[in-house]
């Protein structure tokens, strides 16, 4: 137990007081902060400032129209009413486009007795932020022209029309509590992801350890008075501790960051962030078994090979679990209960992100979430006894890729 430990501190210092180290921990927080800036800059700026123009027979419907886009203050458009248009109007409204005085026109025709239909012409194709937004405005005002050509009164027709914000509650242990599934979805997202990156990222960093000693000789070495099996042991315990250091690092500077004045204005209104402490204690428990599971994983895969080239090969092993989480992220969130979303939740490569994705959105049963817990560390063993035999014999080959033939031998030998 003391070569592990002496091990464990070695590879923890060394990796502490590198320079990676301090650069990840301050500039990945601030790469993901500048993405999320960047996503919510893009998301209220889009569509927005366009210079449009609505015709339409009708100029009560185009003024409707108008008040609708108007009403959007994220929009920011300036809108011309173009009323009652005619094919020479439509003429005259793609030439400003194709002039680029206007950036497109919205053209309505309700025939009498005939279906209503509304087009929407610009010079791009992919704007579906302003489509959205041109298509509740003519609906909208469709209801209200065809109210009021039914005698019913333009008070009586706003109180009909008004929008009803959804408000969202969760049961949870018989009580309601106020919710927001936007929030939710963003918050399961968030922790996943961050699990998930940091499992393997320090798996890999296991990997390539094990890469730069193999490739320096040093093994030959620390072998003449260190078994195998204790250094495999605390290379993984000291490059977990770095990994939880460098989470308790981020935890604690967002928990300041959550106190002061600015993170208050910027979490205002509908936006909440709620992390409960079971959250956090089921974090570190699917963290050290998720970064037990890929380390000894990409360990042992590491003593096969030569040239960090080759472990990068193996890099996409470690990406299939995530990429199927992240691809059923919508369906887990919406159907947390269903007979696939408990599947792949109990998967153990899948476990630490889906059943994270489960818990955002309902709590699942206790007995599911200690049988993630005990199926991971099943794996854990498993994969450990694997890569420990193969990683015993693997470090001190050199120059010859092994096969699966010959892995399957290293596991006979003592």
């Known amino acids: 137990m003391r070569d592990v430990l ?17 650069v990840t921990t301050i500039l990945i927080p601030a790469v993901f902060a500048g993405l999320i800036a960047v996503m919510v800059f893009a998301g ?31 929009a920011r458009m300036v809108v011309d009413v173009i009323a009652p248009a005619d094919a020479a109007a439509k003429a005259d409204l793609i030439a400003k486009v194709n002039g680029k005085e206007i950036d497109g026109f919205l053209w309505i025709e309700t025939p009498a007795g005939g279906a209503a239909k509304a087009e929407w012409e610009s010079r791009s194709s992919g ?11 003519v609906n909208h005002a469709l209801v209200q022209q065809r109210l009021a050509e039914r005698g019913i009164s333009a008070g009586q027709v706003e109180t009909l029309t008004k929008r009803i914000d959804l408000t969202t509650m969760r049961i949870e242990k018989g009580k309601e509590t106020v919710s927001n599934a ?16 940091t499992v393997i990222f320090y798996g890999m960093n296991v990997g390539r350890s094990v890469i730069q000693e193999k490739t320096s000789r040093i093994f030959e070495v620390m072998l003449a ?22 989470l308790a690092i981020w935890g604690a500077a967002g928990a300041l960051f959550a106190s002061t004045a600015l993170a208050e204005k910027l979490l205002a209104g509908e936006f909440t962030i709620s992390i409960s402490g079971i959250d956090i204690a089921l974090f570190a428990v699917y963290f050290l078994l998720g970064y037990a599971l890929y380390s ?34 919508t369906y887990i ?44 560390a099943v ?20 120059g010859k890729r092994a096969t699966l033939p010959e892995m399957l031998r290293w596991l006979r030998y003592s």
């Open 225 to 246: 008075t260190v078994k195998p099996s204790d250094m495999l042991a605390g290379k993984l315990i000291g490059i977990g501790a770095v990994g939880l250091t460098q």
């Open 296 to 329: 000894t994983l990409f360990a042992g895969l590491a003593a096969t090979c030569d040239t960090e080239q080759e472990l990068q090969q193996y890099a996409p092993l470690a990406a299939v679990p995530a990429w199927l989480s992240f691809g059923l992220i």
């Open 44 to 74: 209220k700026n889009s569509g927005a400032g366009k210079h449009i123009a609505v015709a339409a027979e009708s100029p009560a419907l185009a003024g409707v129209v108008r008040d609708q886009l108007l009403a959007d203050k994220d």
């Open 182 to 197: 936007l929030n939710t979805f963003w918050a399961a997202y968030a922790m996943a992801f961050l699990l998930m990156f």
């Open 333 to 376: 969130v919406s159907n947390p209960n269903s007979v696939w979303s408990v599947a792949i939740s109990l998967f153990p490569p899948c476990a630490p992100i889906t059943m994270f994705l489960r818990m955002a959105s309902q709590f699942p049963p206790a007995w599911q979430i200690w049988a993630s817990v005990g199926l991971m």
């Open 6 to 22: 002496l091990i464990a501190k070695r590879e923890y210092l060394e990796q502490v007081k590198g320079r990676a180290f301090k």
């Open 127 to 137: 704007d579906f932020v302003t489509e959205g937004r041109l298509t509740d405005a």
């Open 379 to 398: 794996s854990v063993y498993v994969v450990l006894w694997f890569s420990s035999r193969v990683y015993r014999v693997g470090i001190l080959m050199y």
